[in-house]
């Protein structure tokens, strides 16, 4: 199991600034990606943004953010940034760590997706 624990939530006017934090225990060996996602109000859970784990550490992100959100790692703390800058209310919603092991079966790889708490962030106009 991993366990993921998220920090750096808030209220924020637009245009503000926040940092999102999430660190990972247990079994963080064999760690994939992570990445941040969101779930606003009546609408399905989105992918922000996504890193790999090893080698250079590949970054994604969803458009709606890129350009004011950059996501980075510290392997050595196991954990992962979320940093969010030129804040919209439209970026409101609960903020959800991920981390994702990919292991190798027998035939093939095989994922597992495990999830923070998730955070709150409320940009208000």
């Known amino acids: 199991q991993v366990q993921l624990v998220e920090s750096g939530g808030g209220l924020v006017r637009t245009g503000g600034s926040l940092k999102l934090s999430c660190a990972a225990s247990g079994r963080t060996s064999s760690t994939y990606s992570m990445g941040w996602f969101r779930q606003a109000p009546g609408k399905e859970r989105e992918l922000v943004a996504a890193?790999?784990?090893?080698?250079?550490?590949?970054?994604s992100y969803a458009d709606s953010v890129k350009g004011r959100f950059t996501i980075s790692r510290d392997n050595a703390k196991n954990t992962v940034y979320l940093q969010m800058n030129s804040l919209k209310p439209e970026d409101t919603a609960v903020y959800y760590c991920n981390a994702r092991r990919r292991v190798l079966g027998s035939l093939a790889y095989q994922d597992y997706d495990y999830w923070g708490q998730g955070t709150q962030v409320t940009v208000s106009s």
């Open positions: 890193i790999r784990w090893s080698g250079g550490g590949s970054t």
